[in-house]
């Protein structure tokens, strides 16, 4: 079966119907994310429909649950198999169970990287510097204990911003599509060696099995290198000032104990945040190479 996508740009015509019915009704504040479950480990078919339906036009929903602080990592495990999305990314630093648990950790090699610090995190998709055919397509997080200061997420539909970057300016999309657009340095261990080589590639891109946009990306200047001419530099720009503006499709807001964010790895940051020694933060992240089930654009439109 041939994909016709409407995220390439020679495909307007697709492109002008499927934004007119992305765009239609799209949410504008951060509650019409939510949706109400009891226990994630056993969803109804309603709450399943439910989540799915916001999912389906925004990339992401945020689910409250009723677990609680309940550490059971079945929670987003369980969530996970719901939206059949099975092959998590083991990544190094990641738990036994394929989950990563979101903590301030002072020890290991752990403590070295900022997802395990109380340090602003700034705009990225996850897993911008794997490799091409592990590709991060379905991120999840579920709140067990929030911080009890800071920690707020800011979330945007990379759909969205793709949207906003091709009626601005169609030629910042055939930029960030350049096969050598961004370059993510390697990462060096602690003896000097190469522990993940470089890798570069594009940031929007297509897939061929479904048609549908991924996006990889981050706004950290010392983690990318960016491909030195100037319409590049005018599209990162703009995309910079996008992720900072005052558009009605950037997100805030603070998962608390038992919430959750399901999502196709939109667009998304953390602020910095304190524990005290009555409550320590923890979430527990799931990365798939996998896309949301009934989320593609040939499910949907």
């Given at each position: ?203 929007f891109s297509v ?29 990162v720009n703009y ?63």
């Open positions: 079966m041939t994909i016709t996508s409407p995220f390439l740009l020679e495909n307007e015509n697709e492109y002008l119907q499927w934004r007119e019915k992305k765009m239609h009704h799209y949410p504008t504040t951060l509650g019409e994310l939510v949706v109400e479950i009891k226990d994630p480990r056993k969803l109804t078919e309603t709450e399943h429909q439910k989540l799915l339906q916001v999912c389906r036009q925004t990339n992401m929903v945020i689910y409250a649950g009723q677990t609680g602080d309940d550490p059971d990592q079945e929670i987003p495990m369980a969530l996970g198999r719901a939206f059949k999305v099975s092959r998590l990314d083991h990544n190094w630093l990641a738990d036994e169970s394929g989950l990563t648990s979101l903590t301030v950790v002072d020890d290991g090699a752990r403590q070295n990287y900022i997802p395990y610090s109380n340090r602003a995190i700034n705009w990225h998709t996850d897993g911008y510097y794997n490799t091409a055919d592990k590709q991060i397509h379905a991120l999840n997080l579920h709140c067990v204990v929030p911080a009890p200061t800071g920690g707020e997420n800011r979330l945007m539909d990379h759909e969205v911003a793709y949207i906003e970057m091709r009626d601005s300016n169609p030629d910042y999309i055939k930029a960030l599509m350049a096969e050598d657009v961004m370059t993510i340095p390697a990462r060096m261990d602690k003896d000097g060696n190469i522990a993940r080589k470089a890798e570069t590639g594009p940031v897939r061929p099995d479904t048609g549908d946009l991924h996006m990889r990306y981050t706004i950290r200047t010392r983690n990318v290198v960016w491909k030195d001419d100037p319409l590049t530099q005018e599209a995309l910079e000032q996008l992720l900072e503006s005052d558009s009605p499709y950037i997100y805030q807001g603070k998962l608390e104990s038992g919430m959750g964010l399901i999502s196709n790895n939109v667009l998304h940051d953390r602020s910095a945040f304190e524990d005290n020694d009555q409550q320590k933060r923890l979430l527990y992240r799931a990365r798939y190479y996998d896309r949301l089930d009934g989320t593609s654009i040939g499910e949907i439109y």
